[in-house]
């Protein structure tokens, strides 16, 4: 379907056929084609309303204005009265001298989502995932994941009283988010058998159960991922930086980066778009590949790398995250495991911490200032996707 007049504040369109759905629907793929859905908004606000309404909301309570993604409420999804939320986000911007002594940089900031409640950037998704399933009656919710996602899935259900199923590889997943999954009380399957494999099993479980999908294929979980680029630019006083680096597996957060620079810059918040730097470990590295080749083929591999977070080989999002790699004059490319627990050894030295997935957005940094293709004097933010303690088996070996 499609509207063509009186369109409603939020609907949803499927990136491949165009198709539209009401923003009730709760089908993560297009209906016509199988394709991946993209939240659209209707613009009701000028650039002063919105930054007005940041502004005035920003460190201030009760629960939902205080929150990092709900604070950005009118571009998440204005429709929602009512939220699940924790509160998430408000996430810190850090320097340490000691990075930029080790990428080359100047201005290296780091956003770290690992101050998140779960102790990941995926709350900020998962608190609109799990807001909308509850606003749609989803009798039960379900995701695959390589372990936080499980994590953040099963504590935000958990508070909106929704029975959670979450399915992880048997093998790789490390303990600590395993136990969140456990602790907070979600079903949770282990699969003989790596991400990729989970992801298909769990969607085609959803389809047959009627369970709500809650995997970053759900469009509603990238409206609230996209709260990470605008709350950076918020910090830096809406003068955005030049690069921003990111870890990449599943692709969610790059597709989610890439839609949050279009929509700030189409809405008058920023009057320039940052290049993004998406960079995935070199053992499971499909996007950066097909990058390399211009993206005229979509690549997958058997996944092998330490940093368990983005041991994935067919990533979801690929579409999307083309799209805004395209859109942002960006740059895919990949950094093998020693890089990357070097990054990491850095990072945790100069009292910041992080995990190992996380690691590749510092790491990435130093190859692209080495490679010339990022300038030592341009602004950089780094984000860190996930806490030290959440995969810290690597520093026990
Ligand atoms: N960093 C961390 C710590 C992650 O957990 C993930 C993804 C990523 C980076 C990559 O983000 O998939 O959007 O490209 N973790 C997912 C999970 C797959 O199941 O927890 P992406």
Redesign the pocket.
């Known amino acids: 379907m499609r509207f063509e007049t009186d369109r409603p504040a939020t609907w949803q369109v499927c990136l491949t056929c165009g198709n539209e759905a009401p923003e009730s629907d709760p089908q993560p793929r297009c209906r016509q084609c199988g394709g991946m859905l993209e939240i659209r908004h209707r613009s009701d606000f000028t650039a002063a309303e919105l930054l007005q309404r940041f502004t005035e909301r920003r460190g201030k309570g009760p629960a939902a204005s205080a929150s990092g993604v709900w604070r950005f409420r009118e571009v998440v999804l204005p429709s929602a009265s009512e939220v699940i939320s924790h509160p998430e986000g408000n996430t810190p911007l850090l320097h340490r001298a000691a990075l930029d002594r080790w990428t080359g940089l100047t201005h290296l900031l780091l956003k770290h989502e690992g101050h998140n409640p779960t102790g990941?950037?995926?709350d900020r998704g998962m608190t609109v995932g799990v807001t909308q399933a509850w606003r749609l009656g989803a009798r039960a919710v379900a995701?695959?994941?390589?372990?936080?996602?499980?994590?953040?899935l099963a504590a935000y259900a958990s508070q909106a009283e929704i029975p959670a199923l979450v399915l992880?590889p048997a093998e790789g997943v490390a303990l600590g988010?395993l136990a969140q999954a456990l602790a907070y009380g979600a079903k949770t399957l282990l699969v003989r058998g790596d991400?990729d494999d989970c992801l298909r099993l769990v969607e085609e479980a959803s389809t047959r159960l009627g369970v709500y999908l809650l995997?970053?294929i759900n469009p509603y979980r990238l409206e609230g991922?996209k709260t990470i680029v605008l709350e950076l630019l918020q910090q830096l006083g809406w003068d955005p930086p030049d690069w921003i680096v990111?870890?990449?597996?599943?692709?969610?957060?790059?597709?989610?980066f890439g839609k949050a620079l279009r929509e700030a810059h189409a809405w008058g918040l920023i009057a320039r778009i940052p290049r993004l730097a998406?960079v995935q470990a070199a053992g499971a590295a499909p996007f950066a590949r097909s990058y390399e080749e211009g993206f005229v083929t979509r690549h997958k591999v058997k996944a092998q790398t330490v940093?368990t977070?983005?041991r994935?080989g067919d990533?979801a999002?690929y579409d999307r995250?083309v799209r805004a790699i395209q859109e942002t004059d960006g740059v895919v490319l990949a950094v093998n495991d020693a890089e990357l627990l070097e990054a990491k050894a850095v990072i945790d030295a100069c009292g910041v911490g992080c995990?190992p997935?996380?690691a590749?957005s510092v790491a990435g940094a130093r190859t692209l200032v080495r490679r010339g293709k990022i300038k030592s004097d341009e602004h950089v933010v780094a984000v860190l996707?996930?806490h030290v303690l959440?995969?810290p088996g690597i520093l026990l070996q």
């Open positions: 990941s950037f995926k995701c695959a994941s390589t372990g936080n996602t499980s994590a953040s992880v988010k991400f995997n970053s991922q990111l870890p990449a597996g599943n692709l969610g957060n790059t597709a989610a998406a940093a977070a983005i994935i990533p999002s995250a995990e997935a996380s590749a996707t996930g959440k995969d």
